[in-house]
C-alpha cells in the first residue's frame, strides 16, 4: 500500500459529528488551533453553538459552520451532506465522532431501540462516508477519521446494539482503507477506551431493563470513563497527520484488544466475568445508599 504523505491541517476543512461535548469538542478545538476551517454537527444545538463561538473568538480567521441534525434519522444525514457538499466542494478531513450507547441485554431492548443505535453509530457515517467521498478526493491527501470504540474490539454482555454498531464501524474502516489508498486518502479507526465524556448520562437504557438495575449500572459505567478527551483528542489528531491506520486509546482499549488477540475465544468468558463482578459492585452501594 502506498504510504501518504503527512496530513496538512491548516488551509483545509474538516468536518466533524458529534461536536458539542467530550472528545468531538475537544477535537474541534484542537483542529482550529492547527488551522482548520470546520463544519460542526451535533444533535444538541445548545452545548454545539457555544464550541463554536468559542473558536470564532480564538481563531477569527478560520471559518465555523454549525449544523444542529438528529443523525439517527435518514432524511437529516442526507440534509446535512447535501449542505456540506454545496458550501465545500472539498473537504480535507472528515471525523465520525457522533454515538450513542445503549444498555440492557438483547431481550431487554427495543428493535427500535437496537436499530436507533445501529443508525448513529454505523448508519450515519456510512452515508456520510459515501455523499461526501467526492468531496474527500477532490483534492489530494484527504483523510477519514471513524471513531469506533473499545467495544469495536470486544463485546462485552449487556452491549449488544452498541458492540455491533462499532464492530460494523471498524469493518467499514478497515475495508475502506484499502479501497481509498491509490486516491490518495487515509483512513483511521479510532478505538477509544474509556474517555471521560457525556456518553454514561446520554445512554440509553433497554426499555425492559428493570428500574432498579438503572442507576447502579450506570453508575459502574461512568467510573470507567476516567481517561481525559482532550488527550484522546490530541492522540486522534496526532494519528491523522501520522496517517495511522488504528489507534487504541488509553490501557482500558489495548489491554482488552491484547487479551482478545491472544485468546480470541476464550477472552469472551474473562470479559464476561469481569462485567458480572463491576455490576455486582455497581449494585451494593446503590442499594445501601437506598436504604439509609
Known amino acids: 500500500m502506498t504510504r501518504l504523505p503527512e496530513y496538512r491541517f491548516a488551509g483545509r476543512t474538516t468536518v466533524l459529528t458529534g461536536a458539542a461535548s467530550g472528545i468531538g469538542e475537544q477535537l474541534a478545538y484542537g483542529l482550529a488551533l492547527r488551522g ?6 451535533d444533535v444538541d444545538e445548545d452545548r454545539l453553538n457555544p464550541v463554536a463561538e468559542r473558536i470564532r473568538s480564538a481563531h477569527p480567521a478560520l471559518q465555523v459552520e454549525t449544523i444542529v441534525a438528529d443523525l439517527s434519522d435518514r432524511a437529516a444525514v442526507e440534509s ?12 480535507g478531513l472528515l471525523v465520525n465522532n457522533a454515538g450513542i450507547a445503549l444498555g440492557g441485554r438483547f431481550d431487554q431492548v427495543s ?25 474527500l478526493t477532490a483534492t489530494p ?7 469506533s470504540s473499545l467495544f469495536g474490539l470486544i463485546a462485552p454482555p449487556g452491549q449488544t446494539a452498541y458492540s455491533a454498531s462499532k464492530f460494523a464501524l ?16 487515509g483512513v483511521t479507526t479510532v478505538h477509544p477506551g474509556g474517555i ?7 445512554a440509553l437504557v433497554g426499555s425492559h431493563v428493570p ?5 447502579p449500572n450506570r453508575k459502574v459505567f461512568a467510573a470507567l470513563l476516567s481517561y481525559p478527551a482532550d488527550k484522546a483528542a490530541e492522540q486522534i489528531l496526532r494519528a491523522v497527520a501520522k496517517r495511522k491506520a ?14 482478545a488477540r491472544l485468546l480470541p475465544v476464550g477472552h469472551a468468558r474473562i470479559v464476561r466475568a469481569l462485567t458480572t463482578a463491576s455490576v455486582s459492585r455497581g449494585a451494593r452501594p446503590a442499594r445501601s445508599v437506598a436504604r439509609r
Do not use: C, W, Y
Open 246 to 259: 488504528r489507534l487504541l486509546i488509553a490501557s482500558s482499549a489495548k489491554a482488552p484488544d491484547l487479551l
Open 80 to 91: 446535512v451532506a447535501a449542505r456540506v457538499l454545496t458550501g465545500h466542494p472539498a473537504i
Open 170 to 185: 471498524r469493518g467499514l474502516s478497515e475495508s475502506l482503507r484499502g479501497e481509498l489508498a491509490d486516491s490518495g486518502v
Open 111 to 135: 428493535v427500535e431501540q437496537f436499530e436507533k443505535v445501529m443508525n448513529v453509530n454505523f448508519r450515519a457515517p456510512m452515508l456520510l462516508i459515501h455523499a461526501l467521498l467526492p468531496a
Open 196 to 202: 471521560r465524556t457525556r456518553i454514561a448520562e446520554s
Open 141 to 147: 491527501g484527504g483523510h477519514l477519521v471513524n471513531v
Open 211 to 215: 428500574e432498579e438495575e438503572i442507576e
Open 36 to 41: 482548520s476551517d470546520l463544519v460542526l454537527i
